[in-house]
């Protein structure tokens, strides 16, 4: 029908564009009956079409002024409305004086730099503190760690906490929070002024291995309690450390992992991952990226959250079925860190275990284990 009156129409009225009307309705007349009826059909169709469309689609409802697409989307796809806040402050910034980069002259061409997802491997050599410290200062931003120090474990308190104070984000503010089941045993110690320690009681597991893994749980629920208000960073650190060297804000990304001084070399099929598929940390043969230390890892409040709350879900159900993984918590953190890639790495400076060796491209011993006895303190 449309195919047959269109052009005739169109014929009409160019024809008679004096009368442009009354040319059109002797078209009409014109036409035979039966093509009279079913063009009223077709009408009625697309009048009873066109009524349905108007009351049906929400948007053509609202008044014009409402930006259609976005609420049409919201209805659709329920996507979230969401706000970033604009900030039009910025500081006056010192000059900085510093050697320029060149991009055919990389820093450092012994070891790796970049992940294949494109995280930045951390490594001596390969940035300069002022600049990032300049960067870093217009933030305003707070950095919290976790540490605990449970039974014989408070021994340690005073060589990380003192040590931490002088290398740990050296001018900038950062929260020690302390779990210990020990209060009364922390030893007074006196901080730079950006620096606070907070002492906070937990109670004490029969096993080491339990405390160790615990810490996912009691991360995640402060988290979620406190320290989504109180900082902006959080990182998790073992206590029988210490640091020898500035770790400054090159550590501070989204979702930060440190790569393992036992293992940095190994190909994956023969480092520590859980490989049991009956543990929820199982990581199938054939996956994994580096094999990643559970004493030192961190990451923006709401990426630790989901991350350490993962973990302890996978410790919850591998204890209800009866199993647990290798390497504790840290199975649990290497396999979600294959699925959920870190946004920065740092190398195996941030955490050189004192047993081994130095090689040549461990440039600076930053922050290391101290030695003990596994019996003697574990008992
Ligand atoms: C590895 C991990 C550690 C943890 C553990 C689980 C590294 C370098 N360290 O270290 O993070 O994943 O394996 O098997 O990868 N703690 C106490 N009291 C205790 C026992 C532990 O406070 O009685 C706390 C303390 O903060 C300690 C941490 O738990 O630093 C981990 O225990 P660990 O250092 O004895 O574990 P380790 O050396 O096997």
Known sequence: MQDLAVPVEHKERKLNSGNQTRREDTFVKKLPKVMEIKKAHVLGVILTAGIIGYFGIPHISRTACQPVGQVDLYKTFSVLPRQTDLDETFLMLP???????????????????????????????????????????????VVGVATFAVKKYVR???????????????????????????????????????????????????????????????????IRSHWRYEVDYLYSM???????????????????GTISSWQYTKPRESNSYERRPESRAAIPSGEGDFYYAASFYGGSISEVYKLTTACFKGV??????????????????????????????????????????RPRIVRVKRLSSVRKDLKEIRF
């Open 156 to 222: 340690f308190i005073e060589g990380f906490i003192g040590s931490a104070n002088k290398f740990f984000l050296s001018g900038h503010r950062v929260n020690f929070y302390l779990f210990t089941d020990h209060p009364e045993k922390v030893p007074s110690m006196k901080l730079d002024p950006e620096k606070r320690l907070f002492i906070i009681p937990v109670q004490n597991y029969s096993r080491w291995q339990d405390i160790s893994m615990n810490r996912m749980d009691i991360i995640s629920s402060y």
């Open 238 to 256: 073992d206590i029988d450390v210490q640091l020898f060297e500035h770790i400054g804000v090159e550590i501070i990304d989204t979702l930060v």
């Open 95 to 141: 000059r900085l004086s510093y050697p320029q980069p060149f991009v055919d002259k990389p820093q450092r061409t012994d070891v790796l730099l970049m992940s294949p997802w494109l995280a930045p491997i951390v490594w001596e050599g390969t940035f300069s503190r002022d600049i990032l410290n300049a960067q870093y200062r217009q933030k305003n931003l």
């Open 316 to 357: 919850t159900e591998d204890r209800a079925n009866g199993i647990e993984a290798k390497w504790h918590e840290e199975s649990h953190l290497n396999k979600y860190l294959v699925y959920h890639k870190p946004t920065r790495l740092l190398s195996p400076e941030y955490y050189w275990d004192e047993e081994l060796i």
